[in-house]
């Protein structure tokens, strides 16, 4: 279960406004829609649940009730408004917690692509941990909780869309990949303009998204139709995690992307 519920703040969706409330609130909210969806829950399931600094503390004081708190990932935004009085907020937080302590975690399919700026050899000049290639150095390393080579779609992104806070596949691309085989069932309870869904159907799975606002549905169902024809992921390329900058989107790299292991349509 992926889940990107609205944030401890004072927003506006569409026609529905969110106010900000004290900790202790926002945590009541939280265990209103959480405690329903214990019942559904294999034994075996991955939960994420998506944050900023404001509504964190609350994720995890809810999140321990149900589930085992796993980790916490950061990751960059890369953008965000400047402030004069305060530090720019450019991170959130994505608590990953588990049913049990059987669950299933795939770190072979999440492996990140780095460039190499200070290479290490062994004693013979031969490269340790990483290979030269024509477009440079790159090591081949596990993944942390710290993600820094995510982008937030922009205008010029085939993914894009007109939500305010929507996710970038290549985020949602991590986590199905690592908690979820070809086949098993991703859900998501606020699915908004459909990275989840989008994403699982690119990379075989089942999916169930829902979504209160019928605008975003529209979105998401437009989006699914395009994933039958072209199931490329931004920034995952040959079964790696591209670092940020690292690589050129071409025409040939999306081209490549194309040639991956088809979609189930679903």
Same mark, same amino acid.
């Given at each position: 279960?992926?889940?990107? &519920?609205?944030?401890?703040? !004072?927003?506006?969706?569409?026609?529905?406004?969110?106010?900000? !409330?004290?900790?202790?609130?926002?945590?009541?909210?939280?265990?209103?829609?959480?405690?329903?969806?214990? #019942?559904?829950?294999? #034994?075996?399931?991955?939960?994420?649940?998506?944050?900023?600094?404001?509504?964190?503390?609350?994720?995890?004081?809810?999140?321990?009730?149900?589930?085992?708190?796993? @980790?916490?990932?950061?990751?960059? #935004?890369?953008?965000?408004?400047?402030?004069?009085?305060?530090?720019?907020?450019?991170?959130?937080?994505?608590?990953?917690?588990?049913?049990?302590?059987?669950?299933? /975690?795939?770190?072979?399919?999440?492996?990140?692509? $780095?460039?190499?700026?200070?290479?290490?050899? *062994?004693? =013979?000049?031969? &490269?340790?941990?990483?290979?030269?290639?024509? @477009?440079?150095?790159?090591?081949?390393? *596990?993944?942390? @909780?710290?993600?820094?080579?995510?982008?937030?779609?922009?205008?010029?992104?085939?993914? =894009?869309?007109? *939500?305010? %806070?929507?996710?970038?596949?290549?985020?949602?691309?991590?986590?199905?990949?690592?908690?979820? #085989?070809?086949?098993?069932?991703? /859900?998501?309870?606020? @699915?908004? +303009?459909? !990275?989840?869904?989008?994403?699982?159907?690119?990379?075989? $799975? *089942?999916?169930?998204?829902?979504?209160?606002?019928?605008?975003?549905?529209?979105?998401?169902?437009?989006?699914?139709?395009?994933?039958?024809?072209?199931? %490329?992921?931004?920034?995952?390329?040959?079964?790696?995690?591209?670092?940020?900058? +690292?690589?050129?989107?071409?025409?040939?790299?999306?081209?490549?992307?194309? %040639?991956?292991? &088809?979609?189930?349509?679903?």
């Amino acid at each position: 279960m992926f889940a990107d &519920p609205p944030y401890n703040l !004072t927003k506006s969706f569409n026609d529905r406004k969110f106010k900000q !409330t004290s900790i202790d609130e926002y945590s009541e909210w939280l265990d209103s829609w959480l405690s329903q969806t214990v #019942r559904i829950l294999k #034994r075996t399931a991955s939960i994420y649940i998506c944050g900023d600094w404001r509504s964190s503390a609350a994720i995890q004081r809810v999140g321990e009730k149900y589930f085992i708190p796993q @980790n916490r990932i950061t990751w960059e #935004r890369e953008k965000g408004r400047g402030a004069k009085s305060n530090w720019k907020n450019c991170s959130e937080d994505i608590w990953f917690f588990t049913v049990s302590d059987d669950y299933y /975690f795939n770190v072979e399919a999440v492996m990140l692509k $780095r460039q190499v700026i200070a290479p290490y050899t *062994h004693s =013979n000049g031969e &490269p340790k941990d990483w290979t030269e290639t024509k @477009n440079g150095r790159f090591r081949v390393t *596990h993944p942390s @909780n710290l993600w820094t080579d995510i982008t937030v779609p922009y205008w010029s992104m085939p993914e =894009n869309t007109d *939500h305010p %806070t929507q996710k970038p596949e290549k985020l949602l691309a991590k986590i199905v990949l690592a908690s979820s #085989r070809e086949g098993d069932l991703v /859900f998501d309870p606020f @699915n908004g +303009s459909g !990275t989840t869904t989008v994403v699982a159907k690119k990379l075989g $799975r *089942h999916y169930l998204g829902v979504e209160i606002d019928e605008g975003y549905c529209c979105l998401a169902q437009k989006r699914l139709e395009v994933a039958s024809e072209d199931q %490329t992921i931004q920034g995952y390329i040959d079964g790696v995690f591209w670092e940020r900058n +690292s690589k050129k989107y071409s025409r040939k790299g999306a081209k490549e992307a194309k %040639t991956q292991r &088809p979609a189930r349509i679903i």
